[in-house]
């Protein structure tokens, strides 16, 4: 069964370091998605990217956060200054269609630790 | 403003049992209704999905219901085994135009004893 790949499974990075967080999303899949969650919280909406561009993002991406998928095939979440409330899972989750009923499926996610 | 929440925060019951998670929303207008599947530390399954129009979704012993008017769903989990045991994570899509989000719900974590 095709799977959303995510490397590394665990990041850990200092403080103020930049991180690159990478997804090998499902072959035919062209919408997608990063989210985080935080140990013991609920799972938040990060970043959405179709057709090469951000289509949607929520408050927690700010500055900091870019995505883009250089090689047409990894898509990638960068941190480029990495705070210790950056601390959390991060998911990344693909879908083939744009019709809002179609299945996502997410990644193992990264654990993220900034020390 | 858009929220999901879950309840109970946490269930524990013996295996071979029955249960049944319950979520609120407020998201609207929504188009679809998910529940996922989360063991500790991996990634969501999806379970089921279900438009606004749909009453309720089966999957193997997994059930679920949706009430649109009241802005409620449940899911039934049939004669409960040992790797039931996770978070079950109630996800519902906004239909707003241009959002392809989705908004998480607290979860419930299930624990299954022998």
């Known amino acids: 069964e095709p799977e959303v790949t995510q490397t590394p499974s665990h990041q850990v990075t200092q403080m103020g370091q930049e991180v690159i967080l990478r997804c090998v999303p499902i072959?035919?899949?062209?919408?997608f998605y990063w989210y985080r969650q935080i140990l013991g919280q609920k799972v938040e909406f990060l970043v959405s990217?179709?057709?090469?561009?951000?289509?949607?993002k929520s408050e927690i991406f700010d500055d900091q956060f870019s995505v883009e998928r250089p090689d047409g095939s990894n898509f990638t979440l960068k941190i480029r200054s990495t705070k210790l409330e950056d601390s959390a899972m991060y998911f990344c989750a693909t879908r083939d269609r744009g019709f809002l009923n179609t299945e996502a499926f997410f990644g193992q996610g990264t654990r993220l630790t900034v020390v | 403003k858009n929220q999901v929440e879950q309840s109970p925060q946490s269930l524990i019951i013996l295996e071979g049992k029955n249960c049944t998670l319950q979520?609120?929303?407020?998201?609207?207008?929504?188009?679809?209704l998910r529940w996922y599947k989360q063991d500790t530390g991996r990634g969501p399954v999806s379970l089921t999905i279900?438009?606004?129009?749909?009453n309720t979704k089966s999957n193997g012993r997994y059930t679920a219901t949706l009430d649109a008017d009241t802005k409620q769903s449940s899911l039934h989990i049939t004669a409960s085994q040992l790797s039931d045991s996770a978070s079950y994570i109630c996800v519902v899509s906004p239909s707003t135009s241009g959002t392809y989000k989705y908004i998480f719900g607290t979860g419930t974590r299930l624990k299954v004893l022998a």
């Open positions: 279900m438009t606004f129009s749909e």
């Open positions: 072959s035919n899949h062209l919408y």
């Open positions: 979520c609120n929303y407020t998201v609207s207008p929504f188009s679809n």
């Open positions: 990217f179709y057709n090469n561009e951000i289509s949607e």
